[in-house]
């Protein structure tokens, strides 16, 4: 039995004791009562109902907001062709004075490092830009899960 049914399992046991309850009076007090017993018992039915419902709408709405909270979050797919471009223009600007000044520095192996911390900054640029671009993971916004 799931956790749900124990609970909806609960929940009849309990109305059905305050059935049991409600007819049990009713045969103490007698028939000139039964309509407030039974106006009692319905009253009893109905918060159970709307407390069900409401139960109901909250959790809706909880997932509702949730699913909103996760969507706002979620990173942008792609930049636009402008910043894009604005990037590319900059790294490549940079790097001949970036890389005069490691080949002036230490040679060869200057000039290495400066090429391929150019080389990573764009490449990371690029990784945010397009999710996926160096791999096959699928970002779980889309589609619910990670692949590798």
């Known amino acids: 039995m799931t956790g749900w049914e124990t609970t909806m399992d609960a929940r009849d046991s309990d109305l059905k004791k305050e059935l049991d309850a409600t007819l ?14 039974v ?8 918060q159970r ?12 709405f909880a997932q ?9 979050r979620s990173p942008r797919a792609t930049d636009s062709w402008g910043e894009r471009f604005g ?22 192996p200057g000039l290495i490092v400066t090429w391929v911390g150019i080389v990573g900054v764009n490449a990371v640029q690029a990784a945010r830009s397009n999710p996926g671009l160096f791999g096959s993971r699928r970002r ?3 589609h619910g899960d990670w692949e590798g």
Request: proline residues 3%.
């Open 24 to 37: 049990q009076t009713r045969r103490e007090l007698g028939e000139e009562y039964e309509s407030a017993l």
């Open 39 to 46: 106006d009692s018992f319905l009253e009893k039915v109905d």
């Open 49 to 60: 109902i709307d407390a069900a419902v409401e139960r109901r709408v909250r959790r809706g």
């Open 64 to 72: 509702a907001q949730t699913a909103t909270a996760r969507d706002s």
């Open 87 to 108: 990037f590319g223009i900059v790294s490549l600007v940079l790097a001949v004075p970036l890389s005069a000044i490691g080949a002036g520095t230490a040679h060869l």
């Open 140 to 142: 779980p916004a889309e």
